[in-house]
């Protein structure tokens, strides 16, 4: 089960994880916990990204895998990077350094040493 995928069947909101379990020692602790960026992504978004990881990075090679043209691989990138960023908070230097990867500004290990 893929808790990004679990919504609420009253208002259709998000749900977020309340209690963990250990299933060898029957230890349970309850809370409110917070999920990372990646484990709040649908099943087909996660497949997505794990795709391209193994790819390399390569969204030639992203194309190839998953059996789409370019444009299609790159837009469902775009899309995907789109979901994360509004998942996530970032301070203003980070922002900074991502707009400037996108505006083409960086490279990519430049953004990766700053960040």
Do not use: W
Not at 65 to 80: C, D, H, I, Q
């Amino acid at each position: 089960m893929n808790i990004g995928d679990i919504h609420c069947p009253s208002c259709r909101r998000s749900m977020s994880p309340v209690k963990l379990h250990c299933k060898t020692c029957d230890l349970s602790v309850e809370g409110h916990f917070e999920m990372d960026a990646l484990a709040g992504l649908s099943n087909e978004d996660q497949a997505l990204a794990i795709a391209f990881i193994r790819s390399f990075g390569s969204i030639k090679k992203l194309q190839e895998a998953l059996g789409v043209s370019y444009p299609t691989a790159r837009a469902r990138l775009e899309k995907l990077v789109e979901k994360l960023n509004s998942g996530m908070k970032m301070n203003p230097p980070q922002a900074t350094i991502i707009q400037q990867l996108e505006k083409g500004e960086i490279s990519v290990n430049e953004a990766l040493e700053v960040l």
